[in-house]
T-cell receptor, first 112, second 112 residues
Framework: AQSVTQLGSHVSVSEGALVLLRCNYS??????LFWYVQYPNQGLQLLLK??????LVKGINGFEAEFKKSETSFHLTKPSAHMSDAAEYFC??????????FGAGTRLTVKP | NAGVMQNPRHLVRRRGQEARLRCSPM?????VYWYRQLPEEGLKFMVY????????ESGMPKERFSAEFPKEGPSILRIQQVVRGDSAAYFC??????????FGQGTRLTVV
């Protein structure tokens, strides 16, 4: 079955610095990949998704992720962190059968 | 088009009582997922259902937990004889086939 590993349960960056959140997946077939964001006491919102089109995917709020098949990775980046980016971020993988699995999440802290 | 609706948002139960969590998927969505999120932890997959069928319940405890998604009406996650360890946020998500999942705001269950 497909699975996702997020390296680093907590990431802290300074405002204006690069954000890099790591995600590696395991899938027996070409996967669909997603990044979601969760703000405190809220549900998850979709940031971006990869569905076998362009390998560099742009999402909302200035985030983007690159699908690298050779590295089985789908890392999330943002060039310049903003205070409002502080949240929990979840990577997810889904196969053709639509069974979606999530990583353990990475909590992003942004320091002034 | 209303989003995924979960109710109640907050639920308090005494140990030994039953908890019923409801999830109305988005219109046109026939796939429903339930996840549990414990404090300071990530999302844990519980069960994946399509209309009237349980596709994957590998994440659901074998005892006391059950889920259904009837032909008519919301999906129900039922927890019998709740214990303190069941206290968590329970999230429901829905999707069409091979598309991203949309999440509800969650039900926060507190067992006292």
């Amino acid at each position: 079955a497909q699975s996702v590993t997020q390296l680093g349960s907590h990431v802290s960056v300074s405002e204006g610095a690069l954000v890099l959140l790591r995600c590696n997946y395991s899938s027996s077939v070409p996967p669909y990949l997603f990044w979601y964001v969760q703000y405190p006491n809220q549900g998850l919102q979709l940031l971006l998704k990869y569905t076998s089109a362009a390998t560099l995917v742009k999402g909302i709020n200035g985030f983007e992720a690159e699908f690298k098949k050779s590295e089985t990775s789908f890392h999330l980046t943002k060039p310049s962190a903003h205070m409002s980016d502080a949240a929990e971020y979840f990577c997810a993988v889904s196969e053709e059968n639509n069974d979606m699995r999530f990583g353990a999440g990475t909590r992003l802290t942004v320091k002034p | 088009n209303a989003g995924v609706m979960q109710n109640p948002r907050h639920l308090v139960r005494r140990r030994g009582q039953e908890a019923r969590l409801r999830c109305s998927p988005m219109k046109g969505h026939s796939h429903v997922y339930w996840y549990r999120q414990l404090p300071e932890e990530g999302l844990k997959f519980m069960v994946y259902l399509q209309k009237e069928n349980i596709i994957d319940e590998s994440g659901m405890p074998k005892e006391r937990f059950s889920a259904e998604f009837p032909k008519e009406g919301p999906s129900i996650l039922r927890i019998q004889q709740v214990v303190r360890g069941d206290s968590a946020a329970y999230f429901c998500a829905s999707s069409r086939l091979n598309t991203e999942a949309f999440f509800g705001q969650g039900t926060r269950l507190t067992v006292v």
